[in-house]
């Protein structure tokens, strides 16, 4: 059996998580990330295919006969064409939850650097600005306390969940919308609209489906007061990026902090690169490397069960 694992250089940094142990289960061959076509010319006689972030359209799934079982090193699935895959009984599993501290973490230190106008103070002392401050302090830009602040939290899973629990520690009220209330919830659940409309800080956490895609839009930035924050660790293509750009820019929204955006890595005419108080981070709210290397024992864990005939955590 082959197996190959596509998208090594980005799991692993400098060796730090150990691929040996899917050696037992068959001949491994690693790649770093490669293009659809390099898939193509390198897996077309893998059995297993594991990969992070990889092209497998249904061109790719056509051209590697002898595929059964896709095991990613990811939670989200957009990358995959699951309705190839059924057609070919290629089970595609999916790895959950094996992020929700790290993710989590990653939004509220974004919501904190916004409260704090953390990165305009950090390059205001690198330019020199406090050496020709004549007093011990200056106020250039905005903060505020988060404490009794509105977090809104779109999408309501694990990492929702967390980023919920840690924002109410730091004295912060908390609004829900989510597609599948839960009776006991102790937040109040509203709709989208008032989501958009009460929230001093909105933060992302759910997946990017036919729904969701570009669910930050004009229609739903023209709710948000002035002065919000908007905060995305989910996917890029839950924000219209020029309708947002145009809202930063106009001053109709006070900043924006996002680890993901609608292609990765970014494009440089990406208009977010651009615009005012938006601040990006290359999509690292996964990489720690506690989470790195719990997603490859879950992605091995996965593997070992859809051999053992007992598939979990399947997504098509």
């Given at each position: 059996?082959?197996?190959?694992?596509?998208?090594?250089?980005?799991?692993?940094?400098?060796g730090d998580v150990d691929f040996s142990s899917l050696e037992k289960y068959g001949a491994l061959?690693?790649?770093?990330?490669?293009?659809?076509?390099?898939?193509?010319?390198?897996?077309?006689?893998?059995?297993?295919?594991?990969?992070?972030?990889?092209?497998?359209?249904?061109?790719?799934?056509?051209?590697?006969?002898?595929?059964?079982?896709?095991?990613?090193?990811?939670?989200?699935?957009?990358?995959?064409?699951?309705?190839?895959?059924?057609?070919?009984?290629?089970?595609?599993?999916?790895?959950?939850?094996?992020?929700?501290?790290?993710?989590?973490?990653?939004?509220?230190?974004?919501?904190?650097?916004?409260?704090?106008?953390?990165?305009?103070?950090?390059?205001?002392?690198?330019?020199?600005?406090?050496?020709?401050?004549p007093a011990f302090s200056y106020y250039d830009y905005p903060m505020v306390e988060v404490s009794?602040?509105?977090?809104?939290?779109?999408?309501?899973?694990?990492?929702?969940?967390?980023?919920?629990?840690?924002?109410?520690?730091?004295?912060?009220?908390?609004?829900?919308?989510?597609?599948t209330p839960r009776p006991g919830l102790p937040y109040e659940t509203v709709t989208k609209e008032?989501?958009?409309?009460?929230?001093?800080?909105?933060?992302?956490?759910?997946?990017?489906?036919?729904?969701?895609?570009?669910?930050?839009?004009?229609?739903?930035?023209?709710?948000?007061?002035?002065?919000?924050?908007?905060?995305?660790?989910?996917?890029?293509?839950?924000?219209?990026?020029?309708?947002?750009?145009?809202?930063?820019?106009?001053?109709?929204?006070?900043?924006?902090?996002?680890?993901?955006?609608?292609?990765?890595?970014?494009?440089?005419?990406?208009?977010?690169?651009?615009?005012?108080?938006?601040?990006?981070?290359?999509?690292?709210?996964?990489?720690?490397?506690?989470?790195?290397?719990?997603?490859?024992?879950?992605?091995?864990?996965?593997?070992?069960?859809?051999?053992?005939?007992?598939?979990?955590?399947?997504?098509?």
């Open positions: 059996m082959v197996i190959c694992l596509i998208g090594t250089n980005t799991v692993s940094f400098s061959r690693l790649y770093p990330c490669l293009t659809a076509d390099e898939t193509i010319a390198r897996c077309r006689d893998a059995d297993i295919l594991l990969s992070n972030k990889t092209d497998l359209s249904e061109r790719v799934i056509a051209a590697l006969p002898r595929l059964k079982y896709i095991g990613l090193y990811s939670t989200g699935y957009n990358n995959v064409d699951l309705s190839a895959c059924k057609k070919r009984g290629i089970v595609v599993c999916n790895t959950p939850d094996y992020s929700t501290d790290a993710v989590a973490q990653h939004a509220v230190a974004l919501l904190l650097a916004g409260a704090g106008s953390l990165v305009d103070y950090v390059n205001s002392v690198a330019r020199g600005d406090w050496e020709k401050c009794g602040k509105t977090l809104g939290i779109f999408g309501f899973g694990h990492i929702g969940g967390r980023v919920a629990e840690i924002a109410t520690a730091l004295g912060m009220r908390v609004l829900v919308c989510t597609r008032a989501l958009f409309a009460r929230s001093d800080f909105l933060s992302l956490h759910c997946p990017q489906t036919a729904e969701t895609a570009k669910l930050v839009n004009e229609d739903t930035l023209s709710l948000m007061k002035r002065s919000a924050i908007l905060i995305n660790t989910a996917r890029g293509g839950l924000i219209d990026e020029g309708a947002l750009a145009a809202a930063l820019n106009e001053g109709r929204l006070a900043g924006a902090y996002l680890d993901v955006v609608s292609e990765e890595p970014v494009r440089p005419d990406n208009p977010l690169l651009r615009a005012k108080n938006c601040h990006l981070t290359p999509h690292v709210a996964w990489q720690p490397l506690e989470t790195r290397r719990r997603l490859h024992k879950r992605v091995e864990e996965h593997l070992a069960a859809f051999l053992a005939g007992a598939p979990y955590d399947v997504v098509g």
